[in-house]
């Protein structure tokens, strides 16, 4: 896996917050991006880019906030702020067709356990899923998008 480093200015996205957990984020994710999508009146691949983001992980319980959206504006969605700053991303390609969550959980581990360690740089506990037109092509890709800052 390749770790590019990347510095992106602040954008604005809109969508849905909830607390999730490393046990409920696989039914959380589709169950959160349903509330959008009813939201919005739009069917999941005509709304891209499309993010899943995670902020705020505490370790000892495993829960997070999880917020899904885009750059849609609506009355019923939040706004949010991504911050500018630098990003460690990965470009995630699955095995096997649509099956993200191995690919994901992958990509994430090594991150954390592996990059981060032998870097400059530390996380500041806010990653997201930054889904595009690659998202649905033939062999589907996404990036995940980390930000981190270099260790003092």
Known sequence: MEVLIITQLSKSIYGLWMKSS?????KDIPALSKRYYDAIGEMPKSVLPFFVLSKDYDEASGQFHLFVGGEVQHEQLDAHELPAGDYGKI???PKLGFIWGLAIGEAKQYFYTKWLPASEYK????EYEYHTEKSIRKKPEIDILFL???RV
């Not at 490393?22 to 696989?26: E, M, R």
């Not at 996380?123 to 806010?126: C, D, E, K, T």
């Open 123 to 126: 996380a500041l506990n806010m």
């Open 91 to 93: 470009t995630v390609k």
């Open 22 to 26: 490393d046990k409920t984020i696989s």
């Open 148 to 150: 981190i800052e270099k």
